[in-house]
């Protein structure tokens, strides 16, 4: 039991560094109401850029930042394969993880990378407070996904902010109306990507090493994050409490998983989990929507 109640803690504290990219897939995946597969690329983009920075001596405040730039970088180039070459969103985004694939490998110059003997941000927290690393992780990721909620909902309820998510709403209507529609994707884009990245940056420090597949699977786990956090909340509610509700889905996402696995689950099995996971998540809005509108019989009322 007190292993479990261990693993529990730990989970939260990554469920909150995870939160971060959940975000970003919000915006792309609610939001621009596009399905973004470079995820997994720009995750890892972030990890690799920071890993690479700080070990070549860079402060990793600043290394945190330019970890970010680069994933509104490849948000930049997926808008650009979607928007102006024309091709299929998803097609675009598995571009763009494909490539980012070798870029990682070009930026670290191998595929894993540790960071066992240079500083990172929650290495120079725990030295100056004298607290814990965990406490250290903790505390960040709170400050963090805190700022990426204000952030949000001050940046989408601006003009610039609205134009993006009337995008997704209807592309249609917004482009009669003079608002330039591949421009909003491509922001919208960018700034999902980016904290696609700030996360992977900020998990490649919890971990302690940066490689170049740990983006694997992001993006479901991004959706997990999503669905758990919206079926905790009816559909009409303020927007500074679904972005809430996404950060408390990715906590629950990585308690269950790590209660799961304390329980004895294969670490071979977790993708499956997953998976399973997120196709039940799916299917309960689903099921409380039948269950609250039966069909009637025979054509009675």
Known sequence: ??????????????GILWSVMALGIYITYR?????????????ALGGCT????????????????????????????TGFLHTKCRIPAILAGILTQLSLYSINLRIMGRSNLPLIRTDTIFKMISSATGCSQDTAVLTVGLVMALAAILLMYWFFGTEI?????????????VRSLGVNTNTAKILGLMISNAFVALSGALVTQSQGYADVKMGTGAIVIGLASIIIGETMIRKKTNFAIRLMMIVMGSMIYRIVVAVVLQMGLNTDDLKLFTAILVAVALSIPVIMEKASHPQTKNGGC
């Open 1 to 14: 039991m007190n292993s479990i109640f261990l693993a529990a803690q730990d989970a939260i504290s990554q």
């Open 31 to 43: 939001l621009l109401n596009i399905a973004d597969l470079s995820v997994d690329g720009t995750f």
């Open 50 to 77: 920071l890993a690479a920075l700080i070990t070549a001596g860079i402060n990793p405040w600043i290394a945190l930042v330019l970890a970010a730039a680069a994933g509104a970088a490849g948000g930049l180039l």
């Open 161 to 173: 902010g609205s134009a993006i998510r009337a995008t997704g709403s209807n592309e249609n209507m």
